[in-house]
């Protein structure tokens, strides 16, 4: 018999997650879940929507799992903080990891994370809870991917590479082997790091260099 779970979001994440879910695992989405104020209908892709302050009225955590199916905004906060709140509500969080992925069978990963098709992670990483990859990356050997974060696609982490909570990672950034990433750095697209980087920085191009600016202040991330 599959598992039931119930999905937080009702946006293009969402509907993913409910696609990958259906597809490639043995759970069955039962319903939506929004916070009460973005309810606009009472149902979405033939499922309802709840609202989550009175979710575990109707859908108990004896009886559903949970996904919280959003994206980086706020450097991952928003993400983060749903997360914790359906924990506190009694929920188990469960993983989606892509069957056409390659994950080697000593790797470690958290719950809430979204590993997608074609992402090679090799053998010794350790990836924490609520951790999005998408689809194509390259996490090397030895390296460790704390909570909260989110990498984009075609990005190459190399060996032995530390990416602290809440980073964001974007498309085909590549990552020297041995870096840190300090907490909530954002790497831009198609950026090359080769040292380690601050918390809350923000590094874009060739041979990123920081700017002068804290990631947690823009607008857009």
């Known amino acids: 018999m599959s598992r039931k779970i119930v999905i937080f979001g009702t946006g293009q994440i969402a509907e993913l997650a409910h696609y990958y ?3 490639d695992t043995p759970f069955e989405v039962s319903a939506f879940v929004v916070d009460g104020a973005y309810i606009t209908s009472e149902s979405w892709l033939g499922l309802p929507v709840v609202d989550f302050a009175t979710v575990e009225e109707k859908y108990s955590p004896k009886d559903y799992d949970f996904f919280v199916a959003l994206s980086y905004s706020k ?8 997360y914790s709140e359906a924990k506190a509500k009694g929920y188990s969080l469960v993983s989606y990891i892509s069957s056409k992925a ?3 069978d000593n ?10 098709e074609n992402n090679v992670v090799q053998p010794f990483v350790q990836i924490g809870n609520n951790c999005t990859l998408w689809s194509g990356n390259h996490i090397g050997h030895h390296s460790t991917i704390e909570d909260d974060c989110f990498i984009a696609s075609h990005v190459v982490i190399s060996g032995g590479v530390t990416v602290e909570k809440g980073c964001f990672i974007g498309v085909n950034a590549t990552v020297r082997d041995g870096v840190t ?3 909530q750095s954002l790497i831009g697209a198609g950026s090359l790091i080769l040292g380690n980087t601050a918390p809350e920085s923000v590094y874009t191009g ?3 260099e920081a700017r002068n600016i804290k990631s947690v202040n ?3 991330i």
């Open 206 to 208: 060739n041979k990123a």
């Open 21 to 23: 879910f259906t597809k």
């Open 181 to 183: 990433l300090g907490r």
């Open 102 to 104: 390659t994950i080697f």
């Open 75 to 82: 450097m991952n906060k928003i993400r983060s903080d749903k």
């Open 107 to 116: 790797v470690r990963y958290g719950d809430n994370c979204f590993i997608l």
């Open 218 to 220: 823009i607008a857009k």
